[in-house]
């Protein structure tokens, strides 16, 4: 039984159910700010990570599946109210400046990647179906960028988990981050950007 500790962890996690589904809700919370709670939870449970990691990933299929059809109402609607064509040109012109900050000017599969690692994944498959990619390449490219923001978050909340050991010390700190930090970024970037310039 010692020898495959991993498996037995797995299969207890498969045991639990109501677990699985409530680690699951929160992994559905709009924003990001589910996956340190969900994180914890799952850790607390005795959740093995792949197990984890395989429900935030049903998380952003379920995600794929519900706004799909929004998406493709905004883009079928876009041409025939005004509003919409103001909203989907602003959107356009969001997605060239968030290109070209990746990857100069063209919109290649990593460039997509990072706008969904950055971002978020809706905002990754606006982009990529921008730029022409369909239902399934589109949603694969949101999806990687947002499984490497969830490793990312979900790393550094079990690290600080690690040395706080108060789950709501862990999840406002990481809270915290998941907001200033973006902000700080573009802060300097945009400081740094007239220099460059001169």
Known sequence: MALFPLSNQILDSVQSPSIMLSVLKLFLIPVGGGIPAGVLLAQAKGMAWPITTGLYLVSDMVLALVFEPVLRLFAALGGKVPFLARFSSALKAATARSVAHFSGTSAGPLALVMIAFGVDPM???????????????????AIVGDMLYFAVIALTTLRLNSYFRDPNTTMLIVLGAMFFVPMLVRYFRSKRLPQKQC
């Not at 498959?125 to 399934?136: E, V």
């Open 123 to 141: 905002t990754g498959r606006a982009t990529a179906l921008a730029a022409g990619h369909g239902f399934f390449t589109g949603w694969a490219i």
